[in-house]
């Protein structure tokens, strides 16, 4: 399976990739390609233009700044994985990083391309939900925060304009008040569903992988807790409001009752 | 069509390609390497497994373009004088190949596992060689290899 034909031009900087966006009217960036490509391949996506940004490397790093955590979109989930302030200052990060797909997906596979991507079973975008993150695009007229809240729009959609490139990341450093578990069938299957949960501010935020066409909060769950509710009765409430997708690895059933067991584990790391 | 170069093997190459060129496919037709195999095509399998400035990739999932200016490491290049690489000679030793069609993944996988983690424990293997299908062996004798390979 080889990708239809395209155009390539390798971006020396940020600013010359989104120039390049700007320019041409069906053209898509170029990361760790481990999304993009496999699509490409199945001739799903086919765009007359890619913008290669991989060699950014000035948008590869993780920076503590005044109680957050920095994350360049190029930081490849290798290096999230691998990274000593995230385990320190943010944990759920790297632990989540290291559970994506396999060694050489993690060698590859960047924050950034994952968060843009917007797929519902990936599980970056719904801790980063949870951690109510800020996502940093840059466009022609510069820079603009987008709340994780509004970033996610739809599958595989996300509020970035198709002129702009999303440059960073940045997280509250909650140190190890966070937790990520998932379920999947087989050894680097994507998440038949996830479940985020992190202290924040005095609240318990709850997020759901794979429950619905993007990432979800699981207010639910949410509300209980405030109000008192106990885990195991919290957690009864995961599957409120979602609606699960039914396909090989489990039906929509299966998923909301996967959503209440996980988020009763995710409730109970985040106390052990 | 553009030219790339690549340190393949320790040995600059270049190619003409178009974009679109799968790396696997630039290292078997271009270069004739034909060591890494095509499994799945679909980034699955890890039959494709290189090393792409030391760090294994699946080369299916890795467009011929982006390897422009970097090093490569393909099974052809792992042996040093005619003596096997440790963990091609662990592999042979401890029988972790029977149709031998997903070794050089399986190879390359362990390679860069071992720069990584140089004594993973039985469970880091099997979960570091995680991107890597096998449909002969049962997988058991590939961790007594990698294994044997750290230890030696
Ligand atoms: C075998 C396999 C298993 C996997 N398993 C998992 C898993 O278990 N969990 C999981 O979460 N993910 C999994 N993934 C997906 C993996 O995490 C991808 O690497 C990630 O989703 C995309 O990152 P990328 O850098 O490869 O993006 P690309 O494929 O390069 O890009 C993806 C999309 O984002 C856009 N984009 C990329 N970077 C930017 C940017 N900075 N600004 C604006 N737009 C951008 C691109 O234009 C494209 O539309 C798996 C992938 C494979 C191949
Ligand atoms: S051929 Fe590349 S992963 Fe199977
Ligand atoms: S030895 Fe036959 S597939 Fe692994």
Redesign the pocket.
């Known amino acids: 399976m080889i990708p239809s034909q395209f155009d390539y031009e390798l971006a020396g900087t940020a600013d010359e990739a989104v120039g390049l966006l700007s320019q041409h009217d069906d053209a898509?960036?170029?990361?760790?390609?481990?999304?993009?490509?496999?699509l490409m391949r199945l001739r799903f996506?086919s765009p007359a233009l890619l913008v290669d940004?991989?060699r950014l490397s000035e948008?590869s790093y993780i920076k503590e700044a005044d109680g957050s955590i920095a994350i360049g979109?190029?930081t490849?989930?290798h290096d999230l994985a691998g990274s000593d302030v995230l385990r320190e200052r943010c944990a759920v990060i790297a632990e989540t990083a290291e559970?994506?797909?396999?060694p050489?997906?993690?060698h590859?596979?960047?924050?950034?391309?994952?968060?843009?991507?917007s797929?519902p079973?990936?599980?970056?975008?719904t801790v980063l939900l949870a951690l109510e993150a800020e996502m940093v695009?840059r466009g022609p007229s510069g820079e603009r925060a987008i709340a994780a809240a509004d970033f996610f729009t739809g599958f595989l959609e996300s509020a970035?304009r198709d002129n702009?490139?999303?440059?960073e990341i940045r997280v509250p450093a909650i140190g190890s008040a966070g937790a990520y578990v998932?379920f999947?069938r087989r050894a680097?299957?994507?998440?038949t569903v996830g479940v985020a949960a992190v202290r924040l501010n005095g609240a318990t935020n709850v997020a759901l992988t794979n429950m619905g066409a993007t990432p979800l909060r699981a207010a639910g769950v949410e509300e209980a807790l405030a109000a008192g509710a106990d885990t195991a009765a919290a957690s009864a409430q995961a599957a409120n409001g979602t609606s699960p997708p039914s396909d090989t690895n489990g039906s929509a059933e299966y998923r909301a009752h996967l959503a209440s067991i996980l988020t009763k584990r995710a409730l109970e790391a985040l106390d052990g | 069509m553009r030219r790339i170069g690549m340190t393949v093997n320790g040995s600059p190459r270049t190619a003409d390609v178009e974009p679109r060129e799968l790396l696997v496919y630039v290292l078997r037709e271009h270069l004739g390497l034909t060591g890494t195999n095509v499994g799945c095509d679909t980034?699955?399998c890890g039959a494709c497994t290189v090393l792409l400035n030391g760090e294994s990739v699946?080369s299916c999932?890795v467009l011929g373009v982006q390897a422009d200016g970097q090093e490569i490491t393909t099974i052809e290049g792992l042996a040093r004088n005619g003596e096997l690489h440790p963990v091609q000679q662990a592999f042979h030793e401890h029988h972790g190949l029977q149709c031998g069609y997903c070794t050089p993944g399986f190879v390359l996988a362990a390679v860069s596992l071992l720069n990584e983690n140089p004594s993973p424990s039985e469970a880091e293997i099997r979960e570091g060689l995680e991107?890597n299908l096998c449909r002969c062996t049962g997988y058991h004798n590939i961790v007594k290899a990698v294994q044997a390979a750290a230890s030696s």
Do not use: C
């Not at chain 1, 680097?188 to 998440?191: C, H, P, R, V």
């Open positions: 898509k960036l170029l990361a760790g390609g481990h999304s993009l490509l496999p996506a940004i991989g948008l979109a190029l490849r989930h559970g994506i797909g396999d050489q997906v993690r590859r596979g960047t924050i950034g391309g994952s968060v843009t991507h797929d079973a990936s599980d970056l975008p695009a970035l702009e490139i999303l440059t998932k999947n680097q299957d994507w998440a | 980034s699955s699946k999932t991107g």
